[in-house]
């Protein structure tokens, strides 16, 4: 048995080239970034790895640490890089505003930040034209979920479970991850309904996903049909009729979950369960911080595979390919909601964000990074998939463009997750031969796949296999 896993795979996958040469390294020595860490960084901000990387340069979709090593970079700083570490375009529009005007707040017009506002709202169905300026996904959040209080006149939020919407105190009570939750009052006024999940949810079958991957569970639904889809709205109705008032403020979903692994619903489920909040008085948050900028591929918003418009969209993450910047966009009516009294943002829509936002969006459009992300996240899943097929460790494999999920479990029947110290072998082996991944999921059990959205098909292949030399050694290990 042994023999047949040790001939399936090359010993070690070759790195595809790359002509980019880093700058030397001349700061601290490891061990003193170490005590730093250690003394004067607050230890919650915990890291990777067993020995953790320091990290000096980027180029495009690759990395280098302090000896000159170069990772192929899947996670992207947590799904944030979206056009490429340091891309040219975006570097060279960046350093020509900071010569020009870094700051002014909005009390006076600069001309970056209604280019920008013009730009990114055109990219938005009506009646989205409005937006707000924020530094943060959790800031966005929060004033999202300010507005829909505001506006309505209601004040319960409904959030789904497994959802990761942001650390701020406010945003706590929609994120429904417990190791983000800590033991000090948050959350009032928010309530979370069963997470529509079709792999390790009660129900779920082989037709019930967006995806090029459907899940091994069966079903035998016929054409237009979901039932997995109509028992999790059954639920929804129950979380509508039981835990909030007649009227609510509002619903806030992400368009695939991302923190929590990648976690795709049935389709139709989010659009009968905007129409329920709607019925209930309530506007729909559709969190794109992970899913816009064309990174699922086949739309540049994620809400829009869904078939629903809603009445808020938060941006971030992506939006600034790393720089600080967030964003809500809404309606003329709901952003009038704020009009009462002051709501001010010292930061939110500086002439540097804009400009960084501007080169973004030129550069997604320019390097054709959204066809970019279905072609090389499709044929990725696809070949995930096999490995898939061969390993019983391997549940799930999910997710739509270059946002991917791998939910490991002990084996396929049971769904038991794969004990987190395996995991982390698998992760750090992939890490030793070059390849940076992602965690996720409730216990940590899912690898996130997210990488720049420029990453090429030789990279898929090499990372391909790579973690098929990483699940080898594994089993390899467990024999």
């Known amino acids: 048995r042994q023999q047949k896993w040790k001939s399936s795979v090359s010993p070690q ?33 915990r890291m990777y790895y067993k020995k953790p990387l320091l990290l000096h340069q980027g180029h495009m979709q690759w990395l280098f640490d302090y000896e000159g090593r170069r990772y192929l970079d899947l996670f992207a700083g947590i799904v944030t890089v979206s056009v490429g570490h340091c891309h040219p375009k975006v570097t060279m529009a960046t350093q ?3 010569a020009r005007l870094w700051h002014t707040t909005n009390i006076y017009m600069h001309p970056s930040i209604h280019e920008y506002a013009e730009k990114l709202t055109s990219l938005l169905p009506y009646p989205l034209k409005v937006v707000y300026l924020t530094n943060s996904g959790s800031e966005a959040n929060d004033l999202a979920m300010f507005m829909a209080r505001l506006y309505t006149g209601n004040f319960d939020i409904i959030s789904l479970r ?9 945003t706590l009570g929609l994120t429904s991850l417990g190791p983000y939750k800590h033991g000090v009052a948050n959350g009032f006024g928010c309530t979370t309904t069963m997470l529509p999940d079709v792999f390790r949810g009660p129900w ?46 509002g619903f806030i979903a992400e368009s695939i979950q991302g923190v929590n692994g990648a976690v795709q619903y049935p389709r139709d489920f989010l659009k009968e369960a905007y129409q329920l909040v709607r019925e209930r008085g309530g506007v729909c948050i559709s969190d794109e911080v992970q899913t816009g900028f064309g990174r699922t591929g086949s739309h540049f918003w ?10 808020i969209v938060t941006l971030a993450k992506g939006i600034g390919n790393g720089f600080p910047m967030a964003a809500v966009v809404t309606t003329k009516e709901i952003a009038g909601s ?52 061969k390993f019983k460790i391997i549940g799930d494999v999910r997710g739509k463009g270059l946002m991917i999920g791998i939910e ?59 973690f098929h030399t990483a699940l080898q050694r594994h089993m390899e290990r467990a024999a």
């Open 338 to 389: 704020l009009d009462q009294n002051l709501h001010f943002n010292t930061f939110g829509g500086s002439p540097l964000a804009c400009v960084v936002g501007a080169a973004v969006l030129d550069a997604i459009e320019e390097d054709g990074l959204q066809k970019n992300s279905e072609d090389v996240g499709t044929y990725m899943l696809l070949e995930l998939a096999k490995l898939r097929d």
């Open 408 to 466: 490991m479990v002990t084996d396929k029947d049971s769904r038991c997750p794969l004990p987190a110290e395996e995991v982390s072998q698998i992760w750090e082996d992939c890490k030793d031969m070059g390849v940076l991944i992602g965690r996720g999921g409730l216990y940590s059990q899912t690898f996130r796949i997210k990488p720049p959205m420029c990453i090429t098909k030789e990279d898929a292949d090499f990372a391909v296999e790579v």
């Open 13 to 45: 996958a070759k790195m595809p080239p790359c002509d980019f040469v880093p700058e030397k390294y001349n700061s601290y020595p490891y061990e003193r970034m170490q005590k730093i860490r250690e003394q004067n960084i607050v230890p919650s901000l």
């Open 96 to 98: 020509k505003q900071l």
């Open 302 to 311: 994620g809400f829009q595979a869904h078939d629903v418009v809603p009445d």
């Open 204 to 249: 779920g079958g082989s037709h019930c996903r967006d995806s090029p991957v459907q899940t091994v569970r069966k079903c035998s639904c016929s054409e237009g049909v979901c039932r997995a889809k109509d028992q999790y709205i059954e639920q929804f109705k129950d979380t509508l009729n039981t835990s909030v008032p007649k009227t609510v403020a």
């Open 162 to 170: 497994g959802a990761y919407h942001g650390g701020s105190p406010y």
